[in-house]
């Protein structure tokens, strides 16, 4: 449960990067069979609902920032493809 909590919090803090919310895929396998393995031990769940939240979160903001780098990169490409002019200031 510790671990899908650590790694729910570590998608959500570098949601920016494209590709980390595949750590939030990870914490929230990790969050869900702990929280299963507790409730079968009638332990508290509670860093495994914790952990299972933040991963969702996590996936979510992560995927919103790889598209929006994607676009992103497109969009620099294109301009910069479009008006080479730029490149006349190292000349």
Do not use: D, Q
């Amino acid at each position: 449960m510790i671990a899908g909590l650590v790694l729910g919090i570590i998608s959500v803090a570098f949601c920016w990067v494209p590709g980390v919310f595949i750590t939030g895929i990870v914490g929230l396998v990790c969050s869900v069979s702990g929280r299963k393995k507790a409730l079968l031990e009638n332990k508290p769940s509670g860093l495994g609902i914790a952990g299972l939240i933040i991963s969702i979160i996590g996936i979510v903001f992560g995927f919103i920032g790889t598209i929006c780098t994607i676009i992103t990169c497109a969009v620099v490409g294109i301009t910069a493809a479009s008006s080479p002019s730029w490149m006349n200031i190292f000349n």
